[in-house]
């Protein structure tokens, strides 16, 4: 069913609103249809007394020894009647269940109006890029002349977009992991998960994937069961928010535990939908990539104050690199589906002589939460809340070592390796 406090608001106000990111809410089918729910529920409630009444009548008759029939034809119609008004009603929930998963959330009054990415606001930036006396090569060049990087064996192996990295390449690829998982559950209090990779319907519509980027998603058959049955199938996940997030699924915390801090290093996998003739040349656009994830789940007076904290936890990792970034807000157009604030980290690229995000870290407030139904109870209070979620990047990998390889290159074709990867390196000082 529609979200009810999008109904309890002024509809041409919300309305406003969402066509400031690019969705335009049909206000007259909504009401229309919210209307006719509420004329239904109200007859449903009529013919349910009437049929309570009915049936009490036909006690009393058998009792006095009257003949009952003409109130046992009565209830059977009454019931054949609330019956069909039942599946009218369900008809409408359904119709308006189906429009409310396709409304993205409404933006946050902080969040600049525009229409694309070049309507974002920059907030601030860090470090300065370098500058080189040599001619600088992109990730490409420098991967394959290390023989770190091997684009067409991923081919030969499984198609277009697809990597092999071997060697120190591979090694500081899982440095990375290690580095950025430690930093965030030693320093940031984060608990650190192991999740499937797979997941069901329910998590995919819980995060708002589904059913809007069904198409941005790779999707396996379902299994037989021992009777020959097909199951449902699963999905790869496009991201480890799916099953963080989705932990808190129809649970209900205490003040107490909250907020929840979780970190997860996973594959992540995405079918790239529109996205073909962009970013095809190495690692920036792949279809199985490695991201360390970062989720908070907050009460909702905490959660802009926690979006500042875990974007600030992604900034930790390349500060530490010592990787040049700036940090951008997204207008209201660039905004991904389920977030109201979102906070967009973009690394530099020399051979690129530009920024390219790296990171991109949410509010979703309560929207999934909304979906998913997980809750939190205040202190003394019987009736729970819906949470506020928050997920970010915390860092995407692959991108990382792009950005390693490039800032960090030397005149002969060699990479220095960062110091504060070296002691998950075996002391590795220079990639040659």
Known sequence: MLDSKLLRQDLE??????????????TATVSALEEKRKTLQVKTQELQSERN????????????????????????????????????????????????????????ESVPAGADESDNVEVSTWG?????????????????????????MGVKITGSRFTVMRGATARMHRALVQFMLDTHTDKNGYTEMYVPYLVNRDSLYGTGQLPKFAEDLFHTKGLVNDDGEEQEGFSLIPTAEVPLTNS???????????????????PCFRSEAGSYGRDTRGLIRQHQFDKVELVQLVKPEDSMQALEELTGHAEQILQALELPYRKVILCMGDMGFGSA???????????????????????????????????FRRAGEKK????HTLNGSGLAVGRTL?????????????????????????????IK
Request: proline letters at 5%.
């Open 13 to 26: 106000q919300t309305a406003a609103r969402l066509a400031a990111r690019g969705y335009e809410l049909d």
């Open 128 to 152: 300065e890029p370098k500058k080189y006396d040599f001619e600088v090569k992109d990730h490409v060049d420098l991967g394959q002349d290390l023989n770190g990087l091997d684009f067409e």
């Open 384 to 387: 729970p809340e819906l949470l």
């Open 248 to 266: 808190a699924r129809d649970e209900i915390y205490d003040e107490k535990d909250l907020p929840i801090r979780l970190t997860a290093h996973t």
């Open 53 to 108: 009444s009915s049936s009490k009548a036909i006690g009393q008759a058998k009792a006095k020894g009257e003949d009952a029939q003409p109130l046992l034809d009565a209830v059977s119609n009454l019931g054949a009647q609330l019956d069909s008004v039942k599946a009218e009603q369900d008809e409408i929930l359904e119709q308006l269940k189906q429009i409310s998963l396709a409304i993205p959330n409404l933006p946050d």
């Open 402 to 430: 792009v950005a390693i390889l490039e800032n960090y290159q030397q005149a002969d074709g060699s990479v220095v390796v960062p110091e504060v990867l070296r002691p998950y390196m075996n002391g590795l000082e220079v």
């Open 341 to 375: 604030k979102t906070y967009d980290l973009e690394v530099w690229l020399p051979a690129q002589d530009t920024y390219r995000e790296i990171s991109s870290c949410s509010n979703m407030v309560d929207f999934q939460a909304r979906r998913m139904q997980a809750r």
